[in-house]
């Protein structure tokens, strides 16, 4: 099977797949709330469009950020990284030891949401690509929120992590834990 992972650019946005493309939970916590109410063509617009502009700017000011996971050209996968200081929903967990944004790197998403690909090490690859690309940019850790008992969440399970290596950091409930990679 031919599957490719390829950086987010201006050219390939609108490969997100759809539901990440018009998900805007991490990047603006307050319009994520406003866009609840509006009607469903309406919703799709704006938060498509603020999706947009947050990857534009971020690639712009802070570089990649993001990843597309291609399977025979079909985009299957997606990824969504960047220091937390972009992703604001982060603060909203309230982690009292996530790392400084000059060091780590938040991964705000990891998903494979075609049913029939997962479980076949894509998500394995698609993390291991972040770790590499993140060690080349000399950050020293990556850090995301895990869930214990579902892997229903923007990143995955807790398993998922310990496998690759990190460690829970800090316990956030009783479902999520922040955990960490150093690099
Ligand atoms: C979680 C996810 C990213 C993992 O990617 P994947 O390619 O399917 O997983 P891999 O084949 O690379 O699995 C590697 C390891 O991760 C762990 N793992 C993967 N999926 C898991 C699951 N559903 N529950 C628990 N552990 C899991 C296992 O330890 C697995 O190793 P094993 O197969 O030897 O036990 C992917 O399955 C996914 O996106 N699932 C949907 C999650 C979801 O609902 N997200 C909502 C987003 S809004």
């Known amino acids: 099977m031919e599957v490719l992972i ?5 050219e390939n946005l ?27 063509n309406k919703k799709l617009q704006f938060c498509v469009g603020k999706k947009k502009d947050w990857f534009l700017k971020t690639l712009k000011e802070f570089g990649n950020c993001g990843e597309i996971v291609y399977y025979n050209d079909r ?9 937390s200081t972009r992703l604001p929903q982060a603060q909203n967990y309230e982690a009292k030891c996530l790392g400084k944004p000059e060091e780590a790197i938040f991964l705000s998403c990891l998903y494979i949401p075609d049913k029939t690909m997962q479980g076949k090490r894509i998500g394995t690859r698609l993390l291991k690509h972040i770790i590499n690309d993140s060690k080349k940019r000399k950050f020293r850790a990556i850090e995301t929120f895990a869930r214990k008992g579902s892997s229903n969440n923007p990143s995955g399970p807790i398993e998922f992590y310990l496998k690759e290596g990190f460690y829970v950091k800090e316990e956030l409930s009783p479902e999520y834990v922040l955990v960490r990679l150093d690099l």
């Open 75 to 83: 985009p299957i996968g997606y990824a969504q990284h960047a220091p």
């Open 14 to 40: 609108s490969d997100i797949p759809e539901g990440c493309r018009s998900c805007i939970y991490w990047e603006f916590p307050e319009d994520f709330e406003k866009a609840r109410v509006m009607e469903q």
């Open 6 to 10: 390829k950086d987010i650019t201006p």
